[in-house]
């Protein structure tokens, strides 16, 4: 009869002041970048509306679109190359991360199993290997007895 109790999780730390503030302080300014970040997008299309507009019109060379295009796609390079810059950097940290923190947490993990394995064999063979023998050897002598009739079956 085994009752499953799960273990009690102590209860986080209440944050100080200075903490509290600090996580204020950190989610404003992400704020700040994420509002910064879409204003400047909204400020390129709208720019970039404006300026199809202008191009738009009849007395407008069409030189004149293919230059701005042109202008428009050496712009969008940039930003992909700035994404694939920001992207080789996190890949980065995911290795340093898999390889520093990750990879000890593995091998003790694995030393863990390797010892606990052990530990079955030598109680497998030491303890519960007798215990099975003389439980055989007790059945055996049992079973005699009851044949030459000193033990009731």
Do not use: C, H, W
Not at 1 to 30: C, D, G, N, W, Y
Not at 59 to 68: C, F, L
């Amino acid at each position: 009869m085994t009752f499953s109790q799960q273990p009690e999780q102590p209860s986080p730390a209440p944050l100080t002041p200075e903490q509290v503030a600090a996580i204020k302080e950190a989610e404003r300014k992400q704020k700040i970048i994420i509002a910064s970040v879409i204003a400047a997008v909204v400020l390129i299309l709208g720019l970039l509306g404006v300026a199809v507009y202008f191009l738009l019109q009849p007395d407008t060379p069409t030189d004149k679109i293919r230059d701005v295009f042109i202008i428009v796609v050496a712009l969008e390079t940039l930003v992909i190359g700035a994404a694939l810059i920001v992207l080789i950097i996190q890949l980065a940290s995911l290795i340093n991360l898999l390889q520093n923190e990750v990879k000890p947490i593995l091998e003790a993990a694995s030393e863990t199993v390797n010892t606990l394995r052990g530990t079955a064999e030598f109680l497998g063979e030491n303890v519960v290997e007798p215990v099975i023998k003389l439980n055989g050897y007790l059945a055996g002598v049992k079973r005699m007895l009851e044949l030459l009739g000193i033990k009731p079956k």
